[in-house]
């Protein structure tokens, strides 16, 4: 019997071995077999493999098809390992074509996360030490309930009811597949938020916030909607999402804050309309160590005469992973944000310095503008891989523990474009932006990330920072 392994047990990036040579040059797939899947349905796997039962294949392509196939399963996120073997039935009676078994070992996720909130409010733990000093009122705690792979269908529950210094509801629901078809999806989700201390603009690229002096809330938000995806090849999503939101902001900070929705407005609603374009073919998504990635998005704030807002916004994101060779490899990305007009209310303006839209040595400021641009560099070396069974863990969905160490350097430009800056806020804004450093990654399971780096900018201030599951 040949045994032929395509996937290592919770290791991220296995490198698989090939097919042994056989006197014949294709494979006649006659079944797929799954174990492990208790609660995942089975066409929800299949769907992810780019072959079925009953299909020839010639056996070079096997190789990289079936690896590609493990890692599309991987990337569902509903599996913390995947293996793959193939089994070579009776011996072909006519020469060829050799008929096969293929076998998918699964191990299911954990895939229910009732745990409390205890997070930063702020938009990262370097903006929290840095600019906050740490100051614990700055806190969200709550409870959060995760529900995922529901009814076995890859469905997605999540509940939030949140206090401290955001307040906030929030509400959503994932089907992934509406029909037999499995290429179309739906997205419903409804979330208020309020705060008594908000951002209402910035001096010297760092967030300054403004409390309310009265008793009820400083800034208050809405936001409901739906989004229809549609999935017509394993690595091509289309989305589109339509919604309506309002935003309050107290009387009295909105006469000290005139540009927050401009003209001094305390209230604002809209309707929205966003369409998504994403072409994923990264090995594995939390940690890609090969591969390609385009997400382009085109967003219409304000669909009606009377909306409060109204601008366009489209950005977008290109990432190019590669091996270097031996334990090396690189990593290229790009992204970029236009939006109109230019003059546009504070609480809608894009903001270089969010998310994963930053130049890294620059993680202390933010700069805001309707145009922006981002390029980062890095090259990892892989110190350590490893996977670990954990043979006294009472839950078996957490048993096997990946671990993985990549050291790496990067150097990052950018550059913010603001025909109105603030006389504060020049240093930062219609300027070349360049930061370098070094880092270790940390990759385990569960696709939890750390970063930890350090990193200086051009204007020769530098500092340790820490990200968590930032691509790049």
């Not at 360049?434 to 696709?447: N, P, S, W």
């Amino acid at each position: 019997m040949l045994l032929v392994w395509v996937g290592c047990l919770g290791q991220l990036h296995a490198q698989p071995l090939l097919p042994a040579p056989t006197a014949c040059d294709s494979l006649h797939i006659r079944y797929i077999v799954l174990v492990g899947n208790r609660i995942t349905r089975k066409h929800i796997v299949l769907r992810e493999l780019g072959y079925a039962e009953g299909q020839v294949l010639a056996a070079s392509d096997t190789g990289l098809l079936f690896t590609e196939g493990r890692n599309r399963v991987f990337n569902t996120r509903l599996f913390v390992a995947v293996r793959q073997n193939i089994i070579p039935l009776e011996a072909p009676q006519h020469g060829c074509p050799q008929p096969v078994l293929v076998e998918l070992i699964l191990k299911e996720r954990w895939y229910l996360f009732p745990f409390p909130i205890l997070e930063l409010a702020d938009r990262s733990i370097n903006e929290w030490i840095y600019n906050r000093g740490a100051d614990p009122s700055r806190i969200n705690y709550g409870m959060r309930v995760d529900a995922y792979n529901l009814r076995g269908r890859n469905e997605t529950l999540k509940l939030i009811g949140q206090l401290g210094f955001t307040r906030k509801l929030e509400a959503s629901y994932v089907f992934p597949y509406l029909s037999k078809r499995l290429k179309e999806g739906l997205a419903l989700e409804a979330m208020y938020s309020s705060n008594r201390q908000a951002a209402i603009r910035s001096a010297g690229n760092k967030q300054f916030f403004q409390e309310n002096p009265g008793r009820g809330p400083l800034f208050e938000r809405f936001r409901a909607g739906a989004e229809f995806s549609l999935r017509p090849q394993f690595w091509l999503t289309h989305r589109l999402a339509a919604g309506y939101g309002w935003s309050a902001l107290a009387d009295s900070i909105a006469q000290q804050a005139p540009d927050f929705f401009l003209d001094g407005k305390s209230f604002q609603r809209f309707f929205y309309l966003r369409y998504n374009f994403n072409y994923d073919r990264r090995d594995i998504r939390q940690y890609p160590l090969k591969g390609f990635y385009f997400d382009f998005t085109a967003e219409r704030f304000g669909l009606r005469p009377q909306d409060d807002v109204q601008f366009w916004s489209t950005s977008a994101d290109l990432s190019y992973f590669r091996p270097l060779g031996g334990r090396w490899y690189g990593a290229t990305g790009f992204s970029a944000t236009a939006s109109t007009p230019m003059r546009q209310p504070y609480a809608q303006i894009r903001i270089l310095g969010f998310s994963q839209r930053f130049v890294r040595g620059y993680e202390r400021y933010v700069m805001e503008s309707p145009v922006n641009v981002v390029v980062k560099n890095t090259v990892r070396y892989k110190l350590f891989q490893r996977t670990y069974q954990l043979k006294g863990m009472p839950l078996h969905e957490f048993s096997t523990l990946p671990l993985s160490l990549y050291l790496k350097g990067f150097v990052d430009g950018g550059y913010a474009r603001n025909p109105f800056p603030l006389p504060d806020n020049k240093r930062l804004l219609n300027t070349l932006l360049l930061g370098t450093g070094v880092g270790l990654d940390i990759v385990t399971y569960y696709d939890y990330v750390l970063r930890l780096e350090y990193s200086r900018n051009r204007q020769g201030e530098q500092g340790f920072f820490i990200h968590v599951a930032v691509e790049l």
